[in-house]
């Protein structure tokens, strides 16, 4: 145990405390930061297990944080990983309609990719989607080319080492549990000793909301997280090659985080899902995984019964297919109707940090708050890591920057 200070902390070390950590590091000189990780190595959660794909922009609202940032963030992340050698690809995904009552919600989402500024979306018909995915099935899909896949734990790893190069620090086994911000600072009791920073950044994802309401920001009083957990299926190596690329179902508006679809990862396997079903515990990676206090609190949040009152049709649909395979190859089948339940096996899985409001209502954008000294992500859903590097460099200077110039000056 070891106490210490810090102009920054930074708690959590997923893809967002990171580029937020390293981006604070690199345009305040002299700063000491230091990111602070309640696990022995970093991205092991949301980051480490998401779906790796560098989103377009094109599913979210016209105007949203979302659309801004996935469409810068996703050229800054081609950029990044072509500059630090990071597995990355733009090898463009298909959004195919398998009936005709998807065609406008399709048509729909060309509008809103346009309107968002997702370069050379187009609308193809079946012929063209054989010759781009012949496995797939549809009546039209869009093609959008800007989409790609990265190896978003590499990326983390490198945001790592480049705090490390502008004087941070990463804290390993650091568990950030009481908080106590005043007028002076922020101190954090961690694991490994107390941290006494000037200023606090909590990114700590399938946790923020708990950190926040310690801290006692009143923002976090109206929302919990609420952990859902995505499971995948893999293809068997010899039915890789049913997928070239990317193929994705047009979403329902109401939940656009539904409804699973095939990835290529860079390694050459292929995942599909996720699926989405309440994880009894945050980090909770199987339906062993349980935690009574984490499951209590999700099943007496109002929002969280609101939600289930008026949805649970589609949360029971989504329980049904995680238990049982036939169920989910079907969904899949509607995708790519040649697949065989032996052409899948049982993959990995992730949790999503879902911000679910007091009404029933799902925060829908990014959400980032200030509290006195302390900023808190309270919601980071995808496109979270695509967007990484722009989140991190906004809060570093053009959100708070001012804060961390006074911080570097004076001792303010
Ligand atoms: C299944 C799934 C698929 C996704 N697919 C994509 C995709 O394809 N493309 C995309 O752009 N985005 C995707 N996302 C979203 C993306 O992964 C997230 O937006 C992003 O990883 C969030 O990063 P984070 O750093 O906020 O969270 P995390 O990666 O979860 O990191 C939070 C960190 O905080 C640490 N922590 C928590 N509590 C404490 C504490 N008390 N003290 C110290 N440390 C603590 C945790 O250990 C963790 O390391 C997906 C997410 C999921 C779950």
Redesign the pocket.
Known sequence: MSDATADVAV???????LATAMSIAQRHDGLRVVA????SG??????????????SGLYYRPGSEKARMAVSGAERMYAFCAEHGIGAERCGKVVVATDASELERMQELHRRGDANGVPDIREIGPDELRELEPYAAGIRALQIPSTGIAD?RGVAERYRELLEAAGGEVRLR????AIRSDPDGVQLA?TTGTVQARYAVN?????ADR?ARRAGAAAARDLRIVPFR?EYYDLVPSARGMLRNLIYPVPDPQFPFLGVHFTRRLDGSVEAG?NAVLALKREGYRWRDVSLRDTAESLTWPGFLRLAQSHWRTGLGEVWRSVNKAAFVSALRRLMPDLADAQLVRGGA????QALRRDGSLADDFEIVHQDRLIH?LN?????????LVIGEEIASVAYGAWFERAGGQGG
């Open positions: 708690i959590g070390a997923g893809i967002l405390g602070l990780e309640q696990e970093v991205a092991r959660h949301q980051t480490g297990n998401n779906s790796g794909v560098i989103h978003y650091s568990r950030v549990g961690t990114c700590a994802g399938l946790q950190l995505g996720p992730g949790v999503r940090a992500i980071a859903p995808s496109p979270g890591a695509t967007a990484s």
